[in-house]
């Protein structure tokens, strides 16, 4: 057997209980964590709800509350005026569109942040009650879905949201096929 053997095994040993020590120390502090998601008075970088980007289907966040946070840049309470305002709009959108009131949400803070990359500061509550008009017009065949994404191409291309709307307003109008020639 190699003189150099025990020496090695000696320090990866000692290794082994250094990185096992460290692993079971990273494991040890949840109080710090809970105590970071306290609800505190909060500007909109470190309010809990404007970091979250999208309900999943089993959140217990509802979606209006979630809206209703992130434009206040605060946590809201169910019962507040504006989470119920949230509430109706969506309803609205959802009656409307033919989709849940959850995925009407993660679409429009979908593109929110999308439109904040391109520099365009709009929130989602104001771009639901924007496009919520145009399922009411007859013909109207789109998804909520399909309806942010061509609002914003239209957005993207510089026209400004009443533009945007107006252009989305006239499409939504036409009967399926009346666009394309037929040759």
């Not at 057997?1 to 000692?14: F, G």
């Not at 040890?28 to 970088?45: G, I, K, R």
């Not at 593109?111 to 104001?126: K, P, R």
Request: proline share 7%; with cysteine; glycine share 6%.
């Amino acid at each position: 057997m190699s003189p150099l053997l025990p020496a090695v095994a000696a320090r990866l040993s000692r290794l082994f209980l250094v990185v096992l020590t460290a692993l079971c120390l990273a494991g040890c502090d949840d109080e710090t964590e809970t105590a970071t998601l306290t609800p505190v008075p909060q500007d909109t970088e470190s309010s809990v709800y404007s970091q979250i980007t999208w309900l999943d289907a089993g959140s217990p966040i509802a979606p209006a509350q979630w809206l209703a946070s992130r434009a206040a840049k605060t946590e809201l309470p169910q019962n507040d005026p504006r989470v119920e305002a949230a509430r109706k709009e969506l309803g609205l959108a959802a009656h409307r569109f033919g989709d849940e009131p959850r995925m009407i949400a993660n679409r429009a803070v979908q593109v929110e942040n999308m439109l904040a990359e391109q520099g365009i500061q709009e929130n989602a509550s104001d771009i639901i009650a924007a496009l919520v008009p145009i399922a009411a017009k007859p013909g109207a065949l789109q998804g909520f879905g399909t309806l942010c994404q061509q609002y914003f191409i239209l957005r993207q291309q510089g026209l400004d949201r009443n533009a945007a709307v107006e252009r989305l307003q006239k499409l939504s109008l036409r009967t399926p096929g009346s666009n394309r020639s037929h040759g």
